[in-house]
């Protein structure tokens, strides 16, 4: 199997790069691309130099394009990919929405994966890392309301975000003005509850996503949810505060227990330790850490809990290439 | 009225100096208290320099004691100082609970601080800031769940937790590796679930503070209200995602209504031009900033909001000060 990586250079690129170097996706070929500014740079691959190309007009020579590039090259060239014969999973929000396109976290709705039509989206990195803690407490116990409010990593903007809120700290601590660029406003030792753009309800698009992907991946139009999405600084990873409400009462125990078997999941619950999801001790780590677990205080038998999860991991290059090692397993991809 | 600031060194007794420097409040003299290491320095007030003494063992020769130093100090010291004549306005958590102290935020209950016997508690930062939004909502519309997740900055473990987010982000910044002090891990592009020491419910006292103190407040013991509460690399002012489910449903453009003539409130809510709560932009400010006002997705009728309040000034110092103000004005303390 051929594989491309569009957008290669980026953030989630370099990651995807990294995830592959160890995956048990079984390929024989990895090609790259990115804008033709990139062209010609060579990146290493398992010890070897591949060097980037300017992404083509046309189809891609491959069988599996592992996009994220950016929405709209998304929405112009994906369908020529699909035309070409391969296979894509996207990393941008263009096709999310789409009745026909899967949405998908393996560990929650892998088989989804199957019914694709030549595209299958990879969810908002917020939205990926909650639904790993929250998908088997919503199967056992049935979430009625979550309520959300993130803590978001600079990462969610880039290499230019995480290289912004560097730059720009050394300037306060050198008693100069932070500027601002990827941001809409100055991102060191500020808190920015604006990622994405607003909607005539006065959600940001950012907030929406959360709640329309969660329902999708679980399945569940009914779900309410609500979110709140804050730009914080810090590097890569994203935590939330989740509150839900439950159709069955459920005590922190059980939620630990669990969890403790869950896929994709670290419990990291022992306060008497100091031990809770951080950016911290979750930053590069597959899974996504889950603490803080207790009986919440407005809702009979509901739970309150923590996730830390990387943004670009987790929430972005790792859970791309897991839909391809599960999509393969499952068939749906040529097996070597 | 002479009045004496213990704990005049620390962060929130340079802005309660600073805050009296302008205020309304009536007074002859003006008293500085702190450890005995401190103790011959000078600190500039309205232009004069006042020489720091060590807080003595006993009483104190004043009308008024802001206390800042602690809640063992003011444990031990403020039946003293009360015996000694004085109102005492503690801004630890020493006596907040009692059933006897006032816990005041003048916007919202004034009239309390009338019924003292010597005390008067000032809240915790989170809550102050919390409780100048939520209690119009809550005598107009009544609140009956309440979520909050905050996001607090370094400033609430004093001048201490500033100095060592600023030195340890440089260290980071310089490719070390950050230490930690004040805060139970490295703070510098890290988030930490844990304020306060951890209660056998699983929350922090942190997180109870916000609960038992607003019910307190809004003198409702009915109120349903759950916290997570997050420190996070910013210097000096709180931001919280709040969601409320209400009595009487209300609209995004009703709380707007309501807010634009709410004391200590500054409606900051127009997403069109990037106006919404911020710490680069309430830090210093006395009003608490309150936008992203919305309908709530997951109650009907519902709101949810985000605020930003300076936590030394309305989170502490400020608040203080204006009890002792507003108590002059209703006759509690000499008029001179």
Redesign the interface.
Known sequence: MRVAIVGATGAVGHELMKVLETSSLKFSELQLYASPRSAGSTLEFRGQPLTVQATPEGALPTDLVLASAGGSISKEKAPRWVEGGAVVIDNSSAFRYDEDVPLVVPEVNGEAALKHRGIIANPNCTTAIAVVAVAPIHRKYGVK???V?T?QATSGAGQKGMDE??AE??KV?HGQDAGHQEF???IP??????IDV?QD???TKEEMKV?WETRKILGDESL???C?A?R????RTH?E?I?LELERPAT?EDIRELLATAAGVEVRDN??Q?L?????TASGKYDVEV?????????GGGI?L?V?GDQLLKGAALNAVQIAEDLQRRGGLPGH
């Not at 914080?232 to 590097?235: G, S």
């Not at 603490?291 to 809702?299: A, D, H, K, N």
């Open positions: 309301r979550m309520i409010s803590y809120l560097l700290t050394h601590l809409a406003h100055p030792f500020n808190v920015i509850p604006h607003f309800n006065g959600y709640a309410l949810i609500s709140t804050v914080i600084p810090t590097l935590s505060a509150t922190p306060p008497d100091k809770y999801p951080m950016p911290l603490g803080r677990i207790r009986q919440s205080l407005v809702f309150d923590f830390a």
